[in-house]
T-cell receptor, first 119, second 114 residues
Framework: AQTVTQSQPEMSVQEAETVTLSCTYD???????LFWYKQPPSRQMILVIR??????QNATENRFSVNFQKAAKSFSLKISDSQLGDAAMYFC????????????????FGKGTKLTVNP | DGGITQSPKYLFRKEGQNVTLSCEQN?????MYWYRQDPGQGLRLIYY???????QKGDIAEGYSVSREKKESFPLTVTSAQKNPTAFYLC?????????????FGSGTQLSVL
């Protein structure tokens, strides 16, 4: 079974600076998808960015980018020019790309990192 | 607008009582999911369904039951067998034909025990 580990329960950053959130995962599959979700105090889950494992190029969405290291099974999220509205829980998630018995449809989440943005 | 609707937003359960959480989507998605969120635990999968009249257990299905009689609806029942039901419950849906598509989440139900 796949597992996702976020080793930083909490992180803080100064407004306008850059912060990197770590995520590692364990899988025996060669093709899969990785996601970062944001959960602000409203508790609504919001997709931040996604990465397909077969793509070598790191995904970027405005101020958000990832550092995807497939061999190391690492998928970190970099937030540039941090804003107060970035304060939230951030969850890393894994999804298999193959349909197999026993739950390949599910999204496996890490335990999350709470990001605080200081003014 | 398309989306997922969860109700109620807050729910209280008495000892020995079964309660049902509602989840409805109008996105025409085949797959639907129930996740439980506890502080410091992230999201854990309870049940999921990939097609009407079929569903599979997730990682923490004990004490829960579901049904999928309609494509749009995937209600979750928290039974009296679930001894620690206090948590935030999230329903989600997705397409099954494009696996890089994101999950769409509802706004959640906070369940507490009286």
């Amino acid at each position: 079974a796949q597992t996702v580990t976020q080793s930083q329960p909490e992180m803080s950053v100064q407004e306008a600076e850059t912060v990197t959130l770590s995520c590692t995962y364990d899988t025996s599959e060669s093709d899969y998808y990785l996601f970062w979700y944001k959960q602000p105090p409203s508790r609504q889950m919001i997709l931040v960015i996604r990465q397909e494992a077969y793509k070598q190029q790191n995904a970027t969405e405005n101020r958000f980018s990832v550092n995807f290291q497939k061999a190391a099974k690492s998928f970190s999220l970099k937030i540039s020019d941090s804003q107060l509205g970035d304060a939230a829980m951030y969850f890393c998630a894994y999804r298999s790309s193959f349909i197999t018995q026993g739950g390949s449809e599910k999204l496996v989440f890490g335990k999350g990192t709470k990001l605080t943005v200081n003014p | 607008d398309g989306g997922i609707t969860q109700s109620p937003k807050y729910l209280f359960r008495k000892e020995g009582q079964n309660v049902t959480l509602s989840c409805e989507q109008n996105l025409n998605h085949d797959a639907m999911y129930w996740y439980r969120q506890d502080p410091g635990q992230g999201l854990r999968l309870i049940y999921y369904s990939q097609i009407v009249n079929d569903f599979q257990k997730g990682d923490i299905a004990e004490g829960y039951s579901v049904s999928r009689e309609k494509k749009e609806s995937f209600p979750l029942t928290v039974t009296s067998a679930q001894k620690n039901p206090t948590a935030f419950y999230l329903c989600a849906s997705s397409r099954t034909d494009r696996r890089n598509e994101k999950l769409f989440f509802g706004s959640g139900t906070q369940l507490s025990v009286l």
